[in-house]
């Protein structure tokens, strides 16, 4: 990973960049970013940087030897430390036994979730760890002098789900770190560390990218601007989830939506047992996602509501709609809707039937339109 296929964020790159010109390298850095933000690729980016052969000014030379493995992520100085989960693809404990997995999945694209990566490894439902046994061991990845670099790097992926006794275990050697060795933590749920592990690490927040930079990354995969520009509306900055929209090109959430209002606010129950049948077949997370789009418009709406309508990311051709909507439904009931809409969401998340969550939830809805 390079500096310049990451889209944005030029000024932690910079600061990224000086620290290494100048020699000020803290010996652990956490890279507080976002779900689906540029934390990970950002601390790929660093790590080649680091022990690049021929570094320029702005970036590693990206064709040295030590490169070229980075590139593979196979730098023998360069090691992984992430969640783990029983796996019908892997039988193993530590992270090593999942190494081919994992680099398959970096090198597919550096802006993952852990939902992702517990997906790519068959985990089914089991939940990610990163056992006190793989703690303890990293004093015996880090123990031997670097092989090529000019320093040894462990990135740790989500070190924010270890328990006590991992985030003990990692504590003792952030405490007393091995001469010429690097700790790279990126997490995306920094509050959830131990406040004993950030104090010892340099923190670099990270932003959300901006709708502009997502557009430019979208481009770069070739997706048309009018769909980059609805995409980098819906995604709010997580490249995970845009990836994911680029991929259901089908996902016309804005016309599904705008549909399912008009039948509410005709009361048209027969049409709306329809979308209820409709959306009881869709699979879990496209139900979720329209929910969570409904959430995004009823937030538009309000912001539209109390005249502050220069604040909104809606695109153009879905400005009309919002503004029309606002009409058609007064402030409280529009706090109201937000209400039962998290409500819907939270009982989808306890497996309650979709049919009847969501013909429930119309049916409330449809009571909150002003009619005339």
């Not at 092989?147 to 740790?156: D, F």
């Not at 070739?222 to 845009?242: F, H, M, W």
Request: charged share 25%; hydrophobic share 40%.
């Amino acid at each position: 990973m390079l500096f310049r296929e990451i889209p944005g964020l030029e000024h932690i790159k910079s600061t990224l960049r000086r620290s290494v010109k100048n020699s000020h390298l803290a010996h652990a850095q956490l890279f507080d970013s976002p779900a689906g933000g540029g934390g990970l690729a950002l601390a790929l980016a660093f790590a080649t940087y680091i022990n690049c052969e021929n570094k320029g000014e702005e970036d590693a030379c990206g064709v040295c030897a030590s490169c070229a493995k980075m590139a593979k992520l196979i730098h023998p100085d360069f090691h992984f430390i992430f969640p783990i989960a029983t796996s019908k693809k892997i039988d193993g404990k530590t992270s090593e036994a999942f190494l081919g997995l994992w680099r398959s999945f970096l090198l597919e694209n550096p802006y993952r979730v852990l939902p992702e990566w517990l997906d790519h490894i068959s985990a089914e439902n089991k939940q990610g760890n990163i056992s006190v046994e793989e703690a303890r061991g990293i004093l015996r990845k880090l123990s031997v002098k670097a092989y090529e670099g000019e320093y040894k790097i462990l990135l740790i992926w989500k070190p924010d789900i270890m328990n006590a006794a991992s985030s003990n275990a990692i504590l003792k050697i952030l405490e007393e770190p091995p001469e010429k060795t690097l700790f790279l933590l990126v997490s995306d749920q920094s509050d959830k560390l131990l406040t004993t592990i950030i104090s010892r690490t340099q923190r670099i927040t990270v932003p959300a990218f901006s709708d502009e930079e997502v557009r430019y990354f979208l481009k770069l995969q070739q997706v048309s601007d009018t769909a980059a520009k609805s995409i980098a509306y819906l995604c709010d900055g997580n490249l995970s989830e845009a990836l994911k929209l680029v991929q259901d090109a089908e996902d016309d959430r804005s016309g599904w939506f705008a549909g399912w209002m008009r039948s509410c606010y005709k009361y048209d129950i027969s049409h709306l047992v329809k979308l209820a049948d409709n959306f009881d077949v869709m699979n879990k997370e496209k139900q979720k996602g329209l929910l969570e789009y409904a959430l995004r418009l009823f937030r538009d709406m309000l912001i539209w509501s109390h005249g502050a309508g220069e604040l909104l990311r809606v695109p153009d051709e879905e400005l009309t709609f919002v503004q029309n909507f606002s009409k058609a439904v007064n402030f409280d009931s529009l706090e109201k809707m937000i209400e039962e809409v998290n409500l819907a969401y939270y009982h989808m998340e306890r497996n309650v039937r979709a049919k009847m969550v969501f013909l429930d939830l119309s049916l409330t809805v449809a009571h909150f339109f002003q009619r005339r």
